[in-house]
Nanobody, 125 residues
């Protein structure tokens, strides 16, 4: 059974930082593209960042590029996103997602086989 478990969300002030983690079990993590998405109230789920199987290539949405950094530890089956200079518009539920059919992820939710339960990030002004 595949499981993705996010952690690290919380309440932070504008300009602050958070680091989200997602521990994965039940699939071959080392050959799986991993990504982060987010969903704000009343909005569609949107792409945040993706990282390839080796951790040597990443892609970011324009709204987070330069502020967020995605990384992975294949020895620990874990993917991270470091979020800096947080803004109120970053407030959302953040989800990690696994695409077991690709080594580099896409920006499209329909590409992903597995999703975590989400972790809330709230940025207060």
């Amino acid at each position: 059974q595949v499981q993705l478990a996010e952690s690290g969300g919380g309440l932070v002030q504008v300009g602050g930082s958070l680091r989200l983690s997602c521990v994965v079990s039940g699939l071959t993590f080392t050959t799986t593209a991993m990504s982060w998405f987010r969903q704000a109230p009343g909005k569609e789920r949107e792409f945040v960042a993706t990282i390839n199987w080796s951790g040597h290539a990443a892609d970011y949405s324009s709204s987070v590029k330069g502020r967020f950094t995605i990384s992975r530890d294949n020895a620990k089956n874990t993917v991270f996103v470091e979020m800096n200079s947080l803004k109120p518009e970053d407030t959302a539920v953040y989800y990690c997602a696994a695409d077991s059919g690709r080594r580099f992820g896409t920006r499209h939710t329909e590409s992903y086989d597995y999703w975590g339960q989400g972790t809330q990030v709230t940025v207060s002004s």
